[in-house]
């Protein structure tokens, strides 16, 4: 029969700074029990490291219950007064049945909230780089300050609070798309820690709202057209800057379509342009007018050759961008606001394309979308049945439309972006 292991030296005290700091190590680790508050401690190894611990036992305090030992943090980076009041919490949760020690090791097991995100972000396969980066600057003021937080340790109070905050900083638009985010991690999550508790969740159980969306809306094409061509003229000095403008305006396409256009894509036999990457994930296949012929001629002569011979190189091409192609085109609106006199964004282009089409022109509400590309609705049966427009049909329709708008721009006073016959092989 082995011999029994002797029991650890143990001494009485009140626990303080003073005491705590007396304590010397000896040859085998020692405890100092605190005469304030049962179960609470302090252990003392050889080394002379000092480490407060709450004991207490599970279920009814009975000697036949399971005994627990929560550590809590050494001396001096934590006090005995701090240590005191952690042990008085995890007692209190001890007698109301729960297990602390339990609970802190499921705490333990949780991701931070920057772990929760990147893990988030690497499920979304397909993601574009560009919904990619605005995803990461929406969770980047979002998570501000949070992102070594364990899940857990955000509250519903911290939500409601950066909520106020999202919106008095960045606007109605960016409060809830961080809200949104921030609840999608945590569904994520809680499919694999089934405790946890969603804050966004509990926070729009207690009242919480999201703000009604509002859209931006542009005055007429009458209004706005003149002055955007007024403004673009004054405040974008690079002509490869401006054709993207330009190509924005007239043909309707979100600006990372834009962006995204390169040479390999662009058929000027078939007098046609494919854009692979869309936001609705369906290519577009667009006919060249007269007017997108010209620029593109414009972006043909003064093409950059690829960067180290490798990729093709892009239609609206930078040397000024690590990716070789136009970039930060937003810092201009503002610029274009001040000298044009109306509010401008790349986006307010589309819809006034949308618009000439709709109420200027009185085109079919199918060929519209298809042209820009818009997302049908899965309902619409008989959009369903029909055959798509062909390339020759739409030809016709973008023709009228780009006409048009040289037409309102004309109307107000303003001269046309500069021309050239085109000339492309």
């Known amino acids: 029969m082995s011999a029994r292991r002797p029991r ?67 001396f001096p980076r934590l006090l005995p007064v701090a240590a005191r009041k952690q042990a008085l919490a995890l007692l209190g949760a001890a007698r109301g049945g729960g297990d602390p020690s339990r609970a802190r090791a499921r705490a333990r097991a949780l991701p931070t909230l920057g772990e929760a995100v990147e893990e988030w972000l690497r499920a ?50 960016q409060a809830n798309k961080g809200m949104k985010v921030l609840g999608s991690v945590y569904r994520r999550c809680i499919a694999e820690h089934p405790e946890l508790r969603d ?17 931006r809306r542009i005055e007429t094409p009458q209004e706005v ?50 854009v692979d990457r869309t936001k609705t994930g369906e290519p577009l296949l667009l006919p060249m007018t007269r007017q997108l012929t010209t620029f593109l001629e414009r972006r043909w002569e003064e093409r950059a050759e690829p960067r180290n011979g490798q990729g093709a190189p892009w239609v609206f091409s930078s040397s000024r961008t690590r990716s070789g192609r136009v970039a930060g085109v937003d810092s201009l609106y503002r610029s274009i606001e001040r000298h044009g006199g109306k509010p401008f964004w790349f986006h307010a282009m589309r819809n006034c394309f949308i618009t000439v089409a709709f109420r200027e022109l009185l085109l079919p509400e199918s060929l519209v979308k298809r042209l820009v590309n818009h ?51």
């Open 225 to 274: 057209l003149p002055a955007w061509v007024r403004g673009i003229e004054a405040a974008v000095a690079r002509t490869e800057v401006r054709d993207l403008f330009w190509v924005g305006l007239y043909t309707g396409m979100r600006l990372e379509e834009a962006r995204g256009l390169c040479w390999e894509r662009v058929d000027r036999s078939e007098r046609s342009i494919f």
């Open 199 to 215: 804050p966004v969740a509990l926070w729009s159980a207690s009242g919480g709202r999201l703000h009604r969306p509002r859209r």
């Open 375 to 425: 997302r049908r609705p899965s309902g619409d049966v008989m959009q369903g049945y029909a055959a798509d427009w062909t390339l020759e049909q739409l030809r016709g329709p973008a023709q009228r439309i780009a006409d048009r708008i040289d037409e309102i721009i004309a109307a107000g006073g303003e001269a046309l972006p500069s021309r050239r016959p085109p000339s492309l092989p």
């Open 8 to 74: 650890r030296a143990t001494c009485r005290q009140a626990l303080t700074s003073a005491s705590v700091s007396a304590a010397r190590p000896r040859a085998d680790p020692f405890i100092i029990w605190d005469t304030r508050l049962t179960g609470f401690g302090l252990r003392v190894s050889p080394g002379g490291t000092k480490s407060f611990f709450v004991q207490y036992r599970t279920g009814d305090g009975r000697r036949t219950d399971a005994n627990r030992k929560v550590t809590l943090g050494r």
């Open 124 to 173: 979304r396969v397909g993601l574009r780089d560009a919904s990619l980066a605005r995803y990461r600057s929406s969770i980047a003021a979002t998570l501000r300050g949070w992102s070594a937080r364990r899940l857990d340790e955000v509250t519903r109070e911290d939500v409601a609070r950066r909520f106020a905050e999202l919106t008095q900083r960045h606007g109605w638009t």
